[in-house]
């Protein structure tokens, strides 16, 4: 129970970084050097999809990739690891919030020197949403908070209220079922 209370709280220290610099993109983190390999990678996953899909897929693909392990774990009924993996979601939406508000500054600095390579830049323009982005990048912070927020209220609660772990186990959730062929 106390290692529990104390990864959400280490959990929450971490990510009250970002808290503290709400509209400056001033944190940079080992999460966010996740983050961006996950992006770049992303971009390569949805390529087959057309070139809308290749530049989206970056900053998709980033935000799947710890939505899917968070599933996983609440997949299994492992609130505390869900939980845990809720904040990598909710800092992959801060880093994210960050770089769509950007789109029309283009302060950020990016892989390329080429301004012409800001994916959010080119996704905004293509959707005639480009004067939005600050307001589409508040809107995915506060997700980001709201998901920091569920993260630490439910890593305490199951800290608190929950006497049994899941079962590790890497088998089957079902019985494997085989068909023989009757003669």
Known sequence: RNARLTGIAIGALYVSR??????????????????LAIHEAGHMVF????????????????????????GYFARRKDWYGASVLLFWLGQSCFNLSYYIA???A???PLLSDD???????WLLIQTDQLHHDTAIGHAVRVTGLLLFVTAVIGGVRTALY???DPPVSFAPSRPIVTRTRRS
């Open 106 to 108: 283009q302060v950020l």
């Open 18 to 35: 970002y808290l503290r610099t709400w509209a400056l993109a001033d944190t940079w983190t080992i999460l966010d050097d996740i983050d």
């Open 162 to 164: 929950s006497d049994v």
């Open 47 to 70: 390529t087959p999809l057309g070139e809308f899909m290749m530049i989206l897929g970056g900053s998709l693909f980033q935000i799947l990739v710890p939505a899917v392990f968070v």
């Open 102 to 104: 950007d789109a029309r």
């Open 115 to 121: 301004p012409a390579t800001h994916d959010w830049t």
